[in-house]
């Protein structure tokens, strides 16, 4: 397999004394309810080997199992358009910012959840503590997208919720596989770990995805075989 990184970002970065290859896998436009395991098998099978770790972005996780809708499907109720206006937003994306999302996000925690959340944010931001909402909220709600101009279409019309069991998901793709796998929700503010197969380190993904090397647009990559590149040998003594 020949590595090629997305433009703007690095193929190797270091991790604690060793280097590791990032190679994003470029896959065709996967529309809702394809099978991830069938995508997977075409992509990505063909290049890995021992050592590597596949890590697989949560949308596109969610998208086959049918977690992302088209925004004009969404009727958001009046307290979603309520509490999206007080949410905000980030160069990342809209998360909650908008009604639709809201009311996923309504629907995903439930709404007095979702209630508790915005009531503690309120009270505790003044004071200048934040990331109170998603921590009440939870990891579901805070991993929730939506559209954004840049993004592939055509999900820059739709917005996406968290996969369902990602560890559970992970665990059945590494032992399909034969390595690691990792789901991530990554973009250009930070990564988190969504879900994890035995073996995987989750300190190795963050620090290899700082900059989200699988893009934030168009690039059509949303697999990445990250590959520990051999030290050579010191040169002997004279």
Known sequence: MECQPNPGKELYRSYRGGVWARCPVRTHVVMPCES???ILDRYARPHLQAGDVL???EKLVAICQGRAYPVESIQPRP?????????TRTPAGIGIGSPETMELALREAGTA?????AVVAACTRPLGIHGL??????????????????????YNQYACLAPEHPHAVCRSLAQRLGVPVAIVDANDLGVTVLGKSRGVDA?????LFADNPLGQGAQQTPLC?????????PAPTQ
């Open 36 to 38: 991830l395991e069938q």
């Open 55 to 57: 890590v697989i972005s």
């Open 79 to 87: 307290l979603a358009r309520w509490l999206s206006r007080y949410v």
């Open 113 to 117: 959840r979702i209630l508790l959340a």
């Open 133 to 154: 909402f998603y921590r009440i909220a939870g990891r579901k709600v805070a991993a929730i997208d939506g559209p954004t101009p840049y993004t592939l279409p055509p």
């Open 203 to 207: 300190a190795l993904i963050v620090a």
């Open 225 to 233: 075989i990250l590959r520990p590149v051999p030290t050579p040998p």
